[in-house]
Nanobody, 123 residues
Framework: QVQLVESGGGLVQAGGSLRLSCAAS????????MSWFRQAPGKEREFIAG????????YYAESVKGRFTISRDNAKNTVYLQMNSLKPEDTAVYYC????????????????WGQGTQVTVSS
């Protein structure tokens, strides 16, 4: 069993930065593929970034590539999302998620989800 708790969301102006954190409980955190998703009002939840258990492979949605960076610290059971050059269209609830597989872009394959953290980017 893995529990995920996100933090770091907030209100920021366009062009600004935020760093989200996702703290995980459980001794097997290092064996999970971790991802960040987001969901804006009236839209489906979408994958934005994922990282392999070893940290040596990362994956990004085109909409955030070059602006967002995912990383993980297995010693701290934490995954991060550094978000730079934020845009109003990045406004959403951001969720971290964990799965034992590697098909990162399929929402239904994730085993565990956090409760989400709100990110609001003003223009």
């Amino acid at each position: 069993q893995v529990q995920l708790v996100e933090s770091g969301g907030g209100l920021v102006q366009a062009g600004g930065s935020l760093r989200l954190s996702c703290a995980a409980s459980g001794r097997t955190f290092s064996s999970y593929f971790m991802s960040w998703f987001r969901q804006a009002p009236g839209k489906e939840r979408e994958f934005i970034a994922g990282i392999k258990w070893s940290g040596d492979r990362t994956y990004y949605a085109e909409s955030v590539k070059g602006r967002f960076t995912i990383s993980r610290d297995n010693a701290k059971n934490t995954v991060y999302l550094q978000m730079n050059s934020l845009k109003p269209e990045d406004t959403a609830v951001y969720y971290c998620a964990a799965q034992t597989g590697t098909t990162y872009y399929v929402t239904e394959l994730y085993d565990y989800w956090g409760q989400g953290t709100q990110v609001t980017v003003s223009s």
